[in-house]
């Protein structure tokens, strides 16, 4: 048996120190150290036996290529799901899901078991914040309750791995990471320590009897996965699922995925009756299919390392005053009036005694230099009413001189653009070989604009 030692580990990064210090020396976090006791050696909740340690000595390589057949994926019927796993779940797997408090995490998850056991795969749902009942009425409004999931309200790590070791489930839920605790480590519930050994523990387990794992993880403020990184290092595949505040529609992202791309996403739309998958998401964004009204472009952003589509609305009215106003929402006012100005100076566009307003819908912001040629073909648009093409996304950073220049992740951000419906693009011209789709390039402004609006 191991000696009971003190150690003192950073909750935001993971680093462990011997002694207790107001700062954390591997990510510089003030009062993030808290101690833990470790009893157990590393690797395993009981010590290994001589014996295995002396099979395990025995290093034997194997060949690249398999007798066995490639492990046919579990497709669980949710295809925006499955699609993001990179086409079903692949056996023995671990995947992490992870995403705000109240996002959708156990609703999805609850559809994705539900729809897994219909299609006679054996599944486990394990939930540690809500009680059984709680599940099931959840299941029963959303018309799941008839499916062959086998439902547990459980926190104990030991108790869930002797369950999962005596009945050989496809595929188990656990809900979530965080609220599990295993004896063998003396730390608190949701701690980095006890995150860790919780999830080494399921991984080697998916990985032995061939179970797929599925986990919530919780995220914090900033955003991040709580517990240290090398949860995320451990499972297979992590999936965000996002949602914005006041709006039905949720993201499905792989942000890694040892067995498919990652750019691909699920979309869903939360209803009354759980998650609605939506496969053609354009509609989100192009409303019933008319024509755009004049004034508005899609553009094809990047919000940190995730692509978004934005509509990017402007109005252009006469004013009523001597000084004409210019308004902004979701757009910096600076960017707004130097846009007019390369409009006006390259281009012969005029805005002089107009009231000029600028709006990105959805409430978000837009502040990458990417955003200005769309903003600029809007407020083209809005000046001289001529509508932009319905399927097509703009992005282009704008120069002084009125030259388009391309952009980083010009590749992402019309792959985005595709899955989102939308079938061409209006952007630099040097992003036009090998997209994706339709790319209409244009090296400097006043091309785009006569190009464009050859009537204005
Ligand atoms: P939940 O799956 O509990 O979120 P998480 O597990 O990520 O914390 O979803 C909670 C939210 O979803 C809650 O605010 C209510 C909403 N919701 C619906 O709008 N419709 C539904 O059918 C369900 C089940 C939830
Ligand atoms: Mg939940």
């Known amino acids: 048996m191991a000696r009971d030692s003190a150690i003192y580990v950073c909750q935001s990064c993971g680093n462990v120190h011997n002694k207790w210090a107001g700062q ?92 897994a056991a219909l299609k006679n795969l054996k599944v486990a749902y394990i939930s540690g914040e809500e009680a059984v009942e709680q599940i099931r009425g959840r299941a029963g409004r959303m018309g799941l309750a008839k499916a062959p999931v086998d439902l547990a309200a459980e926190t104990a790590l030991r108790t869930i791995l002797e369950a999962l070791k005596r009945e050989k ?22 701690s980095v320590s006890q995150v860790r050994a919780c999830a080494g523990e399921l991984v080697r387990l998916a990985k032995k009897q061939s179970t797929s794992i599925i986990m919530v993880g919780h995220v914090t403020k900033e955003g991040q996965i709580a517990g240290p990184r090398v949860v995320e290092h451990m499972v297979d595949a992590v999936l965000s699922f996002e949602g914005e505040r006041g709006y039905p529609f949720r993201i499905l992202r792989g942000t890694k995925n040892r067995f498919g791309a990652t750019d691909e996403i699920g979309v869903f739309e939360m209803g009354d009756a759980g998650l609605r998958e939506v496969p053609n998401p354009s509609a989100l964004f192009l409303g019933d299919g008319h024509e755009r009204a004049s004034g508005s472009a899609v553009f094809a952003g990047i919000e940190g390392s995730r692509p978004v589509l934005v509509e990017v609305q402007a109005l252009v009215a006469p004013s009523a005053y001597g000084t004409p106003r210019r308004a902004v929402v979701g757009w910096d006012s600076g960017r ?79 792959k985005e653009a595709l899955k989102l419906g939308f079938s061409s693009a209006v952007t630099a011209q040097s992003v036009a070989e090998n997209a994706p789709l339709q790319v209409r390039g244009f090296t400097t402004l006043v091309d785009a604009v006569t190009s464009l609006f050859p009537q204005g």
Request: a negative charge; charged letters at 20%; one cysteine or more.
């Open 24 to 115: 954390c020396g591997g990510c510089g976090q003030w009062n993030t150290l808290v101690q833990e006791t470790y009893n157990t050696p590393p690797g395993g909740l009981k010590a290994e036996t001589p014996g295995k340690i002396s099979r395990l000595n025995q290093l034997q390589f194997e060949t690249l290529e398999s007798e066995d057949a490639i492990p046919v994926r579990m497709v669980t019927g949710i295809d925006e799901f499955d699609r993001v796993c990179g086409g079903g779940v692949v056996p023995g797997s671990a995947i992490l899901i992870a995403g705000d408090p109240g996002v959708g995490k156990s609703t999805l998850l609850l559809q994705v078991a539900a729809s």
């Open 336 to 414: 707004l009036a130097m846009i007019l100005a390369v409009l006006e100076a390259r281009c012969g566009v005029g805005f002089g005694q107009k009231d000029v307003y600028l709006n990105v819908a959805g409430g978000l912001r837009i502040s990458e230099p990417a955003g200005d040629l769309c903003a600029a073909l809007a407020l083209v648009s809005a000046l001289t009413d001529v509508p932009l093409p319905r399927d097509c996304v703009v992005f282009g950073e704008i120069s002084l001189s009125g030259d388009i220049r391309s952009v980083s992740r010009a590749e992402g951000r019309l």
């Open 169 to 190: 489930f496809d595929l188990v839920i656990i809900d979530s990471i965080q609220t599990l605790w295993s004896d063998a480590v003396e730390a608190a519930q949701g």
